[in-house]
């Protein structure tokens, strides 16, 4: 999971996928029970039982250091809120890795017993949490069957969609009805990707420019224009001759720095096209990593004078989406000019926690965000928190100055991940995806005419 407080921000959690062997593969035919039931999904993580987890375990002690002020300091802390600044930079003990499983939640979270135990009172502000997300991987792992991984197809148009929250868009989508908190946490999990998408896009958006609406008037002009193309009214279209009208481009949705969400289940992403109905969608994946647990694809096609840059395209998961993924740099793709030219009516780009502001990241953006705000085109991004959103505005407006546009205030984003995650190399760390989403824009000028004096 990335880092709110310094550590790898390309660590994104494993849990997109079942994990092998164990959806896949059939249960004894001498037992009937799945592997575990709703009232045993709590385990330590180092006697869990699937290896997965026990893996895991091993990965966080050999890791993780101990959060105890009594040792020095690991690293640099990142904010006020990081573990790290209660630990004095010099004096007292050597970091100790964690070794330790608090008994309530199950996870290594301290070098010792003694430790754990002479700092519980700041362990217990995320020990809940913490137990949680011990009983959400078990789940995951249970061998029951999800119905909440079921989504629904089309529906008629004249069934508006509510965008209120996560109950309103699911009964309003038709979706089965999820009457349990733990199968809600892992069905928005997915979900949050396109759903934040359509939350934003859509006319029937909960942003808007009313007080608290956290729109701005830069951005209503913007999604106004996206809004145009992507709500056409209907145009007479039919089977015959005379019904033939043009149909316009897709509208691409460029999504830069992609890891784990390129790899969702493509029914999962499908779900935005059921948003609007009447539109085609390009999602365009790139970024170093978009190839990311993706395994059974390899290898990567070779790079050829009709595919320089060894895109792979899935032009058959509807008649209305396609996906392409680049495993590159997007400045490599911008240099070259590849997707030029760019529309603000047909073209946004989206940023899923990007790290702009992150010292272990931000140097990969130095390039990208000056060729983002040419294109004036909207840039839509999600942060893991308020700090997370706040360090990244606070970066680009440095490194761009006042060539952007703020369309949208950071805030928190309606439409997050309700299941939170864990930071395997800080425990102390645990966020959720999507939590807060705002908006940026190359500045536009007006031309004003001045007249000539008589």
Not at 282 to 290: A, D, K, M, Q, T
Not at 353 to 362: D, I, Y
Not at 370 to 390: A, H, N, W
Not at 394 to 423: A, C, H, I, Q, Y
Request: charged share 25%; proline share 10%; net charge negative.
């Amino acid at each position: 999971m990335a880092s709110s407080f310094g550590q790898n921000v390309k660590n994104e959690p494993p849990e997109f996928r079942t994990p092998p062997g164990i959806a896949s593969t059939p249960p004894p035919k001498t037992e009937s029970r799945p592997l575990l039931m709703p009232n045993n999904l709590f385990h330590p993580f180092s006697e869990s039982p699937s290896p997965e987890i026990r893996r895991r375990a091993a990965f966080i002690k050999q890791n993780a250091f101990c959060p105890h002020p009594d040792h020095r300091q690991s690293r640099l802390p990142m904010n006020p809120d990081d573990p790290e600044a209660r630990k004095s930079s010099q004096g007292g003990l050597a970091p100790a890795h964690v070794s330790f499983e608090c008994p309530d939640c199950g996870i290594p979270v301290s070098c010792s017993e003694d430790h754990w135990a002479d700092d519980y009172e700041s362990h217990l502000e995320i020990c809940d949490t913490l137990k949680e997300i011990n009983e959400d991987d078990h789940d995951l792992r249970s061998g029951r069957f999800f119905p909440e991984f079921e989504y629904p197809g089309d529906q008629m148009e004249e069934a508006m969609v509510n965008m209120t929250n996560w109950d309103t868009f699911l009964y309003s989508r038709e979706f089965r009805a999820i009457n349990d908190d733990r199968s809600l946490r892992q069905a928005t999990r997915l979900l949050t990707y396109p759903v934040t998408i359509g939350s934003v896009l859509h006319e029937l958006s909960p942003y808007s420019i009313k007080q608290k609406g956290r729109l701005t008037v830069e951005g209503l002009k913007s999604l106004s224009a996206l809004r145009y193309s992507l709500h056409p009214p209907r145009n007479g279209g039919g089977s015959d001759i005379k019904g033939l009208r043009p149909t316009p481009p897709p509208m691409r949705i460029f999504i830069l720095g992609a890891r784990a969400e390129s790899s969702l289940p493509r029914e999962v992403w499908v779900q935005l096209t059921h948003l609007f109905p009447r539109v085609a969608f390009h999602l365009v994946f790139i970024g170093p990593e978009s190839m990311a647990n993706r395994d059974a694809e390899f290898p990567l096609p070779e790079r050829t004078p009709s595919n320089p840059y060894g895109a792979i395209v899935e032009d058959r998961i509807t008649n209305s989406l396609k996906i392409s993924t680049f495993v590159e740099y997007y400045h490599t793709l911008h240099k070259a000019g590849h997707f030029y030219p760019y529309d603000p009516y047909f073209d946004c780009f989206m940023l899923f926690h990007p790290g702009l502001g992150h010292p272990a990241s931000s140097h990969e953006w130095q390039e990208t965000i000056p060729q983002l705000l040419e294109t004036k085109v909207p840039i839509l991004v999600t942060g893991y928190t308020q700090y997370d959103m706040e360090r990244d505005i606070d970066w680009v407006k440095k490194t761009v100055g006042g060539e952007m546009d703020m369309l949208m205030e950071p805030g928190e984003n309606r439409f997050r991940s309700l299941r939170w995650d864990l930071n395997d190399l800080d425990p102390q760390d645990i966020s959720c995806g999507n939590w807060g989403v705002w908006g940026f824009r190359g500045k536009r000028y007006e031309t004003t005419r001045k007249d000539s004096e008589e």
